[in-house]
């Protein structure tokens, strides 16, 4: 049986309204100014009731291109720090508002914050990589799965290519091609049991997650979850973090 928060003032859902409206509008024009945008799948996005949307996370764009191809009210969490972000950006997740996750602290609060977002029917972004430190597919963190499995929602993912290239191709005055693939929902999933038995549930789940995600994603950047051995093998390496000194990452 899942488990529903109780939703509290803090968690409040939708919130931010008229900033939030004013940012979809800019973030829209920002990408027919600056990209070749291809949306694949929006009609497989939920109209209403809970939804957790799960992408793979190869650049700080990532949240901004979810927020252009999801007609809803929109939650995210994850880190408040992009420290792969030009600071000309950095200030759009702090305007958007996300409930943030710091690594090494256990991230209740924001698990608590998702938790009680899906509870009153919201759509929650999220990204199970944890981090934009490479551009191939890698092994998510217990996070998404965690969230999934508590709360019984459907799972919305999507595959997101191109953004990588956004600025450099800037820098030579072209726009780069960006492509959104948005999958069906599936679910909901879950995980009994405790201990060695449970975790071995959650990481099963956070494995299918992902690879729901490397469907909707170019064969080169499906990482470890590509059929081709010789792209899995090259992506050994990528799943190390790379800031592992700094928990506030």
């Known amino acids: 049986m899942t488990q529903r928060a109780v939703p509290t003032e803090e968690f409040r859902f939708p919130r931010r309204r008229v900033i939030r409206t004013v940012l979809?509008?800019?973030?829209?024009?920002?990408?027919?100014?600056?990209?070749?945008?291809?949306?694949?799948?929006?009609?497989?996005?939920?109209?209403?009731?809970?939804?957790?949307?799960?992408?793979n996370h190869f650049s700080f764009l990532d949240p901004v291109l979810m927020i252009r191809v999801t007609p809803r009210h929109l939650e995210f969490i994850g880190s408040p720090i992009a420290p792969n972000a030009p600071p000309a950006v950095r200030w759009i997740p702090k305007v958007w508002g996300i409930y943030p996750v710091y690594r090494g602290t256990g991230s209740?609060?924001?698990?608590?914050?998702a938790e009680a977002v899906l509870a009153q029917n919201g759509?929650?972004?999220?990204?199970?990589?944890?981090?934009?430190w490479a551009a191939v597919l890698r092994p998510p963190r217990p996070g998404a799965a965690f969230i999934a499995a508590r709360s019984g929602v459907a799972i919305l993912p999507m595959g997101f290519s191109g953004l990588t290239e956004v600025f450099p191709k800037l820098r030579?005055?072209?726009r780069a091609t960006v492509t959104a693939r948005i999958g069906r929902p599936f679910g909901p999933?879950?995980?009994?049991?405790?201990?060695?038995e449970r975790r071995a549930q959650l990481d099963e789940i956070g494995h299918k997650i992902m690879r729901h995600i490397a469907e909707l994603l170019p064969q080169e950047q499906r990482g470890f979850y590509?059929?081709?051995?010789?792209?899995?093998?090259?992506?050994?390496?990528t799943e190390i973090y790379p800031w592992e000194d700094d928990p506030e990452l």
């Open 226 to 237: 590509s059929d081709d051995p010789v792209i899995r093998e090259a992506a050994k390496g």
């Open 108 to 113: 209740r609060y924001a698990l608590r914050a």
């Open 24 to 55: 979809r509008g800019l973030i829209r024009a920002a990408f027919l100014a600056l990209t070749d945008l291809h949306i694949e799948g929006q009609e497989n996005v939920p109209q209403e009731g809970p939804v957790l949307l799960a992408a």
């Open 123 to 132: 759509a929650l972004g999220i990204y199970p990589e944890g981090g934009s």
């Open 172 to 174: 030579k005055g072209l």
């Open 189 to 196: 999933v879950k995980a009994e049991g405790r201990g060695r």
